[in-house]
């Protein structure tokens, strides 16, 4: 039953969400693994990496009073992970234009066809309401190598976003 | 030869703070292959400092020449060295043998000139931009009991090239 669980919660962004979650989840016994936590659209967001003996009723159990307190959605569900497993990118592409359908889709459908494995993805939408611009940054490995995903940031550019691709050349000393 | 055991954090000696070298001996000489020899062992190793193996003098080398397309001043051994001036700020992605598994961005001056002794006791001063700037600050953060953990910053800041427009 050891095994690792990846706790999903989302709730209206409010102080106490991260310090009374683990809080609950330490007194659980459970340990706590890698994490992605962000506000989002004015809701805070949880990804978590959550290790324990206790089955997933138990944990769920273990989170209620915060939960019904804050009014948080949770979910728990088994998941196939092990720590220490980083890959470590080779490049950056950022993404930017004036908000329509379908620049998500087609960027990422054409990065996937030059064989870019996406390892990180954050975007935004900024500008107003009357013009929205959408911001991407991408963080990702090309398995094909670069030229490939050079040729496919052509493609999308051609297509009126804009793109720049740059080597993320990490230095290991 | 020998490749050395390299120091892991949280092993507390990596905070130690480096003496400067006196001696420059066949034992100096002979730790500088032993230096030379583990960090090309490592992977992707461009560098290392004395206190990354627990030997806490001011020893620091940096060779970036095997990456593409990039300005260098071959291999540097730097004994003793000292910044003497630093230019321009840029984020970047850097990890560390003491630190396995883990890649963080961190801000380094662009440019830097620097003044370390050889492994004869020489006197020498360089000049350093971008990725090896980069590598010889890291490094000499080391020898100061510093890793580019505690120089972290946000890997959601801004990463942005700032490029110059032409119109």
Not at chain 1, 33 to 57: C, D, Y
Not at chain 2, 139 to 157: K, M, P, Q
């Amino acid at each position: 039953m050891n095994e690792w669980k990846m706790l999903t919660l989302v709730g209206q962004d409010q102080p106490g969400i991260v310090a009374r979650i683990t809080t609950a989840l330490y007194e659980a016994g459970a340990q706590l693994g890698e994490a992605s936590m962000m506000r989002l659209g004015g809701n805070f967001t949880i990804m978590l990496m959550v290790k324990s003996e206790q089955s997933i009723e138990a944990l769920t159990q273990c989170l209620t009073p915060v939960v019904q307190d804050m009014n948080l959605t949770i979910s728990f569900q088994s998941i196939e992970a092990s720590l220490h497993q980083h890959e470590i990118p080779d490049s950056i592409i950022t993404v930017y234009g004036a908000d329509r359908p379908g620049i998500v889709a087609k960027t990422t459908t054409a990065l996937l066809e030059a064989g870019y494995n996406i390892t990180d993805l954050d975007s935004d939408v900024a500008g107003s309401e009357a013009e929205p611009i959408y911001i991407m940054q991408i963080e990702g490995i090309a398995t094909k190598g670069m030229a490939a995903v050079e040729k496919a940031v052509e493609q999308i550019k051609a297509d009126g976003v804009n793109v720049d691709l740059a080597p993320l050349d990490v230095m290991i000393g | 030869m020998a490749i050395l055991d390299i120091l892991k954090y949280p092993d507390e000696a990596l905070k130690q703070v480096s003496e400067p070298v006196e001696l420059f001996d066949e034992q100096l000489q002979n730790f500088l292959l032993d230096l030379e020899e583990t960090m090309r062992a490592g992977p992707g190793g461009v560098g290392i400092a004395a206190p990354q193996v627990g030997y806490f003098k001011r020893i620091a080398i940096v060779d970036v020449s095997s990456k593409p397309k990039i300005k260098h001043n071959g291999c540097m051994i730097l004994i003793n060295p000292e910044i003497k001036t630093w230019e321009g700020m840029k984020i970047g992605r850097e990890g560390c043998m003491s630190v396995p598994d883990y890649t963080g961005n961190v801000i380094r001056a662009e440019k830097i000139t620097l003044q370390a002794c050889n492994a004869q006791g020489e006197l020498i001063d360089y000049e350093c931009t971008g990725y090896e700037a980069r590598a010889v600050q890291h490094e000499l953060d080391h020898l100061d009991g510093l890793l580019f953990l505690d120089r972290l910053v946000s890997r959601r800041t801004d990463l942005f090239k700032r490029k110059v427009y032409k119109k």
